[in-house]
């Protein structure tokens, strides 16, 4: 039975693709792109020149987030996050390994999503960007003065940390939101009991307005549906947040049919502001969860990490007039508010249209009471109340809707592998352009703040093929820019990503240049084992621990003779880069090492941990490629059986 519904359904979809080529869309189907005669031009950056903007993208399953430059395509660094790292040694060095301990313990990867920059007055600002890790559920913040992760924070009582982590206007708040539900009241449980016994939560990070410091101000316990996608909204709505969510079956098995039953699901509408005033009431109960806080230091150098164990939970049944659900077809991804904060967009992955809801019907409709029942006691408001329009024929299988402050919003089509342009207010399909192949997510530059920066377009596609040279079985992932400065979207670029791009940012090159840090001051640096000198270098051994306090410069290490190792001794390298010049970061490697290289900055102390394994004199040496003498950069270190008598000893130059 379940397979005939899955091939009913299957059938249905061929037949609705099928109708949708045949018939069109009201005019002529685009066989191809619409590529810009000078498109070269528009994309190329004369050497020595920079580009108009920075580009974020997330790595998906690679767990990082890869810098780009746009219009160029190049990519300028891969910024280490959820995922351990041995280029740069994040993950392995003794001052970073914590920032990927969770309740689970270390955890050396992850599944990174969304990226989101910071926001004042609900425009990008150029100060953090924020990310979110869909696997063991977590946010993370990048501070873009040094391109580096600063911190993460753990989110309890939830899974698949999808509809993440979205800021509010001024970034008051950074959002979380369960893509999986899970037993939280109780743990042991049947899988069976899912509609009884599982919730989803949402979780509101509040975010220090001065040092962007994270912390988990409550969360909101919601019925047991897929939450997906998520954006606040922006001026009128600035007090709202808007999730999108499926599975309102509540299945627990075999998803593509028994979570696709219903016409329509639901965006759910937070009320924030008024969530706020429930916890200083003190309807927020405590919960019991385990999760931890880390943060690194750009002082010392090095991650603090916390482990906290409480959490405030504020129940919707003890809040009234707190979350609404408005009903969105069907199965919504995409959950998008215009820069007027006016219109809410959903994106029915397996809808025909593109609904368009009115946030002041929305207020109407509550006014009002225009209720269409409730679902786990939360108000359902009519359909018809609170939309403002519906985007017809747009393609098939729309996502993602970014919009480019002139009145216009984009909407990716997986299905039908396009992008389509329509107007606000209107609703009508003004342009569509192909993407190569099976669009996901788009992005303008600021297209879903209140001024986007609407240039370019990029289209983040989910399938490769044959764009690029083929690589055996793996291929690269894929993107297109377009230009969308006209009335039709040209086409400018194809360029490869890494990992998979699930969505991106982009924002001015001259915001966040200007602030860039190029060193790290020695005098300042307050790691607990640096050593500012080569005078100051020193070899000590505390049992079977011996710590190595060495400094690097062009193109020397003090010391580079070490004898007095023996086996079963544990060796911490503490390595200090005394350069105070931009761009000459040192390496350091040492053979037999079972970790990672450390890659150190200017000014900057790291460590690693090294167990012999074999007797012997092994060399150390420097991995990044410094000065005419890198090759000369190197010194050796001397393991004895254990229980040698050999004593510590350390030189250089002798």
Request: one cysteine or more.
């Amino acid at each position: 039975m379940i397979y005939k519904r899955l091939t009913s359904i299957l059938m249905a979809a061929v037949i609705m693709a099928a109708l949708f080529y045949i018939n069109g869309c009201g005019e002529k189907k685009s066989t191809g792109p619409n590529i810009s005669d000078d498109a070269a031009s528009k994309v190329y950056v004369p050497a020595g020149k920079y580009d108009e903007m920075y580009s974020f993208m997330s790595g998906g399953f690679s767990g990082q987030l890869a810098v780009y430059g746009l219009p160029s395509g190049r990519l300028f660094r891969v910024i280490p996050v959820f995922s351990v790292d041995p280029e740069k040694g994040y993950g392995y060095t003794e001052e970073t390994k914590d920032m990927l301990m969770t309740s689970h313990g270390f955890v050396p990867w992850g599944d990174a999503h969304h990226p989101e920059l910071s926001m004042k007055e609900g425009v990008p600002d150029g100060r953090w960007i924020f990310i979110n890790e869909n696997n063991t559920p977590r946010i993370a913040r990048i501070d873009l003065k040094t391109f580096r992760t600063a911190e993460i924070i753990e989110i309890p009582n939830s899974a698949g940390n999808h509809s993440s982590p979205f800021t509010t206007e001024n970034s008051e708040y950074v959002i979380a939101g369960t893509r999986f539900s899970i037993p939280i009241k109780e743990k042991d449980v049947p899988i069976n009991s899912y509609s009884e016994k599982f919730n989803g939560t949402v979780s509101f990070v509040k975010v220090d307005p001065q040092n962007g410091d994270m912390s988990i101000a409550f969360q909101i316990m919601s019925p047991p549906f897929d939450y997906d996608l998520s954006h606040a909204g922006k001026g009128p709505s600035h007090d709202w947040m808007f999730f999108s969510c499926y599975n309102t079956e509540q299945a627990f098995s075999l998803l593509e049919v028994n979570a696709s039953q219903k016409d329509k699901d639901f965006i759910m509408a937070v009320n924030w502001k008024k969530a706020e005033e429930f916890v200083a009431q003190g309807k927020a109960k405590d919960y019991t969860a385990d999760y931890y806080h880390n943060k690194y230091s750009d002082v010392t150098h090095s991650t603090t990490s916390e482990k906290l164990s409480t959490v405030k939970v504020l129940d919707p049944k003890d809040c009234p007039g707190m979350i609404y659900y408005i009903p969105c077809p069907k199965s919504p991804h995409g959950a998008d508010v215009d820069p007027s904060g006016e219109y809410i967009v959903g994106g029915g992955k397996l809808s025909t249209v593109i609904p368009v809801f009115s946030f002041s019907k929305m207020l109407k409709a509550i006014e009002g009471s225009q209720f269409d029942g409730d679902a786990g006691g939360i108000p359902v408001l009519k359909y018809e109340a609170v939309l403002a329009g519906e985007v017809q024929k747009p393609g098939l299988g729309p996502l993602h809707t970014e919009f480019d402050g002139n009145g216009y919003a984009y909407t990716s089509m997986f299905v039908s592998s396009e992008v389509v342009k329509w107007k606000l207010g209107t609703w009508e399909v003004v342009d569509r352009a192909p993407s190569y192949y099976s669009v996901g997510h788009i992005m303008i530059p600021g297209g879903d703040s209140k001024k986007p920066w609407g240039k370019y377009l990029v289209v983040l596609n989910k399938i490769t093929k044959d764009r690029f040279l083929p690589t055996g079985p793996e291929l690269t992932q894929s993107c297109q820019l377009y230009d969308i400065s006209g009335d039709k979207m040209q086409l400018l670029l194809d360029f490869p990503t890494i990992g998979e791009p699930h969505y991106a940012q982009a924002i001015p090159a001259d915001l966040i240049v200007k602030n860039s840090v190029k060193i790290f001051k020695i005098d300042e640096n307050k790691n607990p084992h640096v050593t500012k000198s080569p005078n100051d270098v020193k070899v000590e051994r505390k049992g079977n621990e011996v710590h190595v306090y060495m400094t690097m410069i062009r193109s020397h290490f003090t010391p580079d003779n070490i004898e007095g190792i023996k086996l079963g001794d544990v060796v911490y390298f503490h390595v200090t880069n005394l350069e105070q010049d931009w761009d000459v970061p040192h390496g350091f490697a040492v053979m037999g090492n079972l970790t990672s290289e450390m890659l150190i900055m200017p000014g900057e102390t790291q460590t690693i941990k090294w167990e012999p394994k074999t007797v012997g004199v092994l060399p150390f040496y420097c991995t990044d490629f410094c000065s005419a003498l890198h090759q000369e950069m190197q010194g050796y270190i001397r393991v004895s059986p254990a229980g040698s008598n050999v004593p510590i000893s350390f030189s250089m130059g002798k």
